[in-house]
């Protein structure tokens, strides 16, 4: 299947498939969707989507069929899905919105002539809101190529930009891992450090506005220069001194304490790529991180 991926069923309702579903349907694509929640179905209705209780309604003519279920789901999902595309001669398109599951889960589906892949939208849906701005979103997309040319309409539709996966078995995981350790790592790392900054400050909501005016100025870095020379701080500039009066204040706190000696191991390694530090301070921050 080649070009726009209509009519095309959505199976599953959560917080990015009634993103997705919103999206879609505004930009004039046929639709139909199912989700098990009686709530999904609900809130799907309330944005004007077509919504049945069972499977077989969203499936209905579709020529693309998305899966947005949690990654251990998918495959029961694709299961289920067989005997309700073995009635069509035609077989659609399979695609699944997990980002690190790979192709594996819908091989049953493969198996029973469908094109097979993935689109997974590169963004951070929390459970309430309208979600990020679709414009502003890149949505890996991996798989067969009749599927990939399904994901990239798809995409195209959404008013997002395609960033598509090598051919090889790990590329999938690869990616999600960068992902969830730029992503859901980055939340992480913030809420410790706004604890500090919290306990330091008069008043910690300032602090909190302070800091994450801090995170955003290093990302607009980020967009202009590399890595490693977007790096400041005492790394960068050979402060062995200083990490050794980091890691003692933090000796009470023993995970900030780890996260802070790899995270600085990491440091030293882009700072010693850029030049940034000779080779005795580097040996001596070497030292602290390992003490």
């Avoid at 944005?47 to 990654?71: D, M, S, T």
């Avoid at 440091?267 to 001596?284: E, T, W």
């Amino acid at each position: 299947m080649r070009g726009a991926a209509t009519p095309l069923a959505l199976i599953g309702l959560g917080a990015v498939g009634l993103r997705l579903a919103a999206a879609w349907k505004r930009a004039g694509l046929q639709l139909r969707a199912h989700s098990r929640s009686r709530v999904s179905r609900e809130a799907g209705r309330a944005l004007g989507l077509e919504v049945g209780e069972l499977p077989a309604f969203a499936l209905e003519h579709a020529r693309c069929v998305v899966i947005c279920v949690p990654a251990p789901a998918i495959a029961e999902v694709a299961a289920g899905l067989v005997p309700l595309l073995a009635r069509d001669a035609a077989r659609p398109v399979v695609l699944h919105t997990s980002g690190g599951a790979g192709l594996a889960p819908l091989a049953v589906l493969r198996a029973a002539g469908c094109a097979v892949g993935s689109l997974h939208p590169l963004a951070a849906f929390a459970p309430e809101g309208p979600g990020p701005p679709f414009a502003r979103v890149w949505c890996a997309i991996d798989g067969d190529q009749d599927a990939r040319a399904c994901a990239a309409a798809l995409v195209e539709a959404l008013g997002a930009q395609a960033l598509r996966l090598r051919d090889a078995p790990d590329a999938a995981l690869r990616y999600h891992a960068a992902a969830s350790l730029l992503s859901n790592g980055t939340v992480a790392l913030a809420s410790l450090a706004l604890e500090l900054a919290g306990e330091a400050c008069e008043r910690p909501e300032q602090a909190r506005l302070a800091f994450l005016e801090l995170l955003a100025g290093n990302v607009d870095n980020l967009r202009e220069r590399s890595s490693e020379r977007a790096l400041t701080g005492p790394v960068a500039r050979g402060e062995s001194a200083t990490l050794h009066a980091h890691l003692e204040l933090l000796a009470d706190r023993p995970l900030a304490q780890e996260i802070y000696r790899a995270l600085s191991r990491q440091m030293l390694a882009l700072a010693q790529r850029d030049g940034r530090i000779d080779a005795q301070a580097a040996l001596a921050i070497a030292r602290v991180l390992e003490a």
